[in-house]
């Protein structure tokens, strides 16, 4: 469960301490903390004195002293995971200011950054904090949400959208860089302008297992333990939501396929896939 955060005093961040990570159950689940780098951050150019470095590094020690000690928190080869929620708006960021980080706060985080999306972000070649000289910025890249209002068509569903939308982008990033993908099992967002993409749980294992055998760097040695993220936000106005709701709909189907996907013989070898595990992204509100 990947969770915004913004600043310790956030609604979110106090409903967060005092609720979810008191819940009975929390030894069950495994969370990790979602940068929201656009309120976060002062500034998102880090050539623009300290300001931003300092914001990021008093932030990610923060996390050290709240959450990472946490026996729930997420860890991948016993580094604690960090998504950095629209990386893609950073300028002037480099390898050396991530060991700054690291070295500051005294841990080695992995930062999995959201870059990948559209335009110049479509490769890592061409993005804003994807590859310098030949080689990823970050040791790990993930799309937040592939939803854009205008490519949408009408009627047309979520797996439709994202095998056309979605998946070249996915396959250029996979190719290049240590890549975690996210699948979109629907997409209802309430406000004007913005079409709604159906969704169904045949359409969601589909993405999952064609998202899940997207081909890794000939240079990746599976240093990390596969990962796939799941589009779910729980805001009102988005819709996305994969637990049983109010309509009735669809039940617990969406979690049932999530489960047999996650414990069945449906998804590529570790040598073959770009991901395997499933962790759905939702905001506390």
């Known amino acids: ?90 300028k002037n960021f480099t390898q050396d200011m991530l060991m700054h980080i690291k070295e500051k706060v005294g841990l080695d985080i992995l930062f999995i950054a959201d870059i990948p999306y559209f335009g110049l972000n479509g490769d890592p070649k061409t993005a804003i904090s994807g590859m310098i000289d030949g080689k990823p910025i970050f040791e790990a890249y993930t799309a937040y949400n592939m939803y854009e209002a205008r490519l949408v068509r009408e009627g047309e569903s979520a797996t439709e959208y994202m095998f056309r939308e979605s998946l070249g982008i996915f396959e250029r990033w996979s190719r290049d860089t240590v890549f975690f993908p996210h699948v979109l099992p629907k997409y209802h967002d309430f406000r004007d302008g913005h079409p709604q993409l159906v969704g169904d749980p045949p359409g969601l294992l589909t993405q999952l297992q064609t998202f899940a055998c997207l081909r890794r760097p000939s240079w990746y040695n599976n240093e990390f333990p596969n990962l796939m993220f799941v589009t779910s936000f729980n805001e009102w106005w988005e819709g996305t939501s994969l637990e049983p709701d109010a309509e009735g709909k669809y039940g617990f189907s969406f979690l049932d396929t999530l489960r047999r996907f996650k414990y069945s013989e449906l998804q590529c070898s570790n040598d073959e896939a770009a991901a395997v595990g499933v962790n759905v992204r939702q905001r506390v509100e």
């Not at 915004?4 to 409903?15: H, L, M, R, T, V």
């Not at 069950?28 to 780098?37: P, T």
């Not at 923060?62 to 580094?79: P, T």
């Open 1 to 90: 469960w990947a969770v915004s955060w913004w600043n310790p005093q956030s609604p979110s961040a106090i409903k967060f301490s005092q609720g979810m990570l008191k819940a009975k159950n929390i030894d069950k689940i495994k969370f990790c903390m979602v940068y929201e780098s656009l309120g976060a951050l002062p500034v998102r150019d880090f050539a623009n004195g300290t300001k931003a470095i300092d914001k990021l590094t008093g932030d990610m020690e923060y996390f050290r002293d709240n959450y990472f000690s946490h026996s729930s928190y997420l860890y991948m080869n016993g580094r604690p995971v960090v998504y950095v929620y629209v990386a893609r708006s950073w």
